[in-house]
C-alpha cells in the first residue's frame, strides 16, 4: 500500500510565501511522474506543476515564473514552493504521484491567500 501525504497549506497574505510537501510511504519500487494539481468548489482539479523523475518540470501557465516544483528522490518527497501567491491561488492542493506504475493522490492541503 502507497500513501501519501501533504502538509505544508495554511493562510497567508497576498504577496506571501507558502512551500508545500508531499512524502510517499510503503511500499514503494519506484516513483515516476510527481506533481500539484488543484481545486476550488464547483470546479474540475487543475494541473499546477509537474516534475519527472529525471527533474524535467512543467508549469501552468498561471503560477510560472512564481511557483518552483522540486523533488527529493531520497526522501520520496515533492516540493511546491509558492511564491508572490495571489487571493487566485486559493485552493486545495493535492499532490499526485506515478508509484510502481499505479496513480495515487494525497488528501489535500488547504492553501487561502488573503487580500
Known amino acids: 500500500q502507497v500513501q501519501l501525504v501533504e502538509s505544508g497549506g495554511g493562510l497567508v497574505q497576498a504577496g506571501g510565501s507558502l512551500r508545500l510537501s508531499c512524502a510517499a510511504s510503503g511500499s514503494i519500487g519506484s516513483i515516476n511522474l510527481m506533481g500539484w494539481y488543484r481545486q476550488t468548489p464547483g470546479n474540475q482539479r487543475e494541473l499546477v506543476a509537474t516534475?519527472?523523475?529525471?527533474?524535467?518540470?512543467n508549469y501552468a501557465d498561471s503560477v510560472k515564473g512564481r511557483f518552483t516544483i522540486s523533488r527529493d528522490n531520497t526522501k520520496n518527497t515533492v516540493y511546491l514552493q509558492m511564491n508572490s501567491l495571489k487571493p487566485e491561488d486559493t485552493s486545495v492542493y493535492y499532490c499526485?504521484?506515478?508509484?510502481?506504475?499505479?496513480?495515487?493522490w494525497g488528501q489535500g492541503t488547504k492553501v487561502t491567500v488573503s487580500s
Open positions: 516534475i519527472t523523475s529525471s527533474g524535467n518540470t
Open positions: 499526485r504521484a506515478v508509484v510502481n506504475r499505479g496513480l495515487y
